[in-house]
């Protein structure tokens, strides 16, 4: 079982920031592409941002120049710096690794962690 562990949620005021974080195995780390999906409330899960298995980097529209995703790679892990964060940006965020084309998107999936914007 491939174990992804995520930190860096919490509660944040708009216009906040805050770093998620996910290391993964040596092995995931290297061979896959990694990222964040999130799920809100009542909404389907929605891709945030990705690191492919070539190193391209994928962001959502609505993340766009808010949103910076990078890596460590001494540490096997990913990291997603979240910049003027939104009220709509309250959600459950997944950490994702290994793509497969079926409807999960990915092979391994994190826990999760809260991120929730709130005035």
């Known amino acids: 079982q491939v174990q992804l562990v995520e930190s860096g949620g919490g509660s944040v005021q708009p216009g906040g920031s805050l770093t998620l974080s996910c290391t993964a195995p040596?092995?995931?780390?290297?061979?896959?592409?990694m990222g964040w999906y999130r799920q809100a409330p009542g909404k389907e899960s929605e891709l945030v941002s990705i690191?492919?298995?070539?190193?391209?980097?994928v962001y959502a529209d609505s993340v766009k120049g808010r949103f910076t995703i990078s890596q460590d790679d001494v540490k096997t892990t990913m990291y997603l710096q979240m910049n003027s964060l939104k009220i709509e940006d309250t959600a459950v965020y997944y950490c994702?690794?290994?793509?497969?084309?079926?409807?999960?998107?990915?092979?391994?999936w994190g826990q999760g962690t809260q991120v929730t914007v709130s005035p």
């Open positions: 040596k092995e995931i780390f290297s061979r896959c592409g």
């Open positions: 690191r492919s298995d070539l190193g391209i980097k």
């Open positions: 994702v690794a290994c793509r497969i084309y079926t409807r999960r998107h990915y092979q391994h």
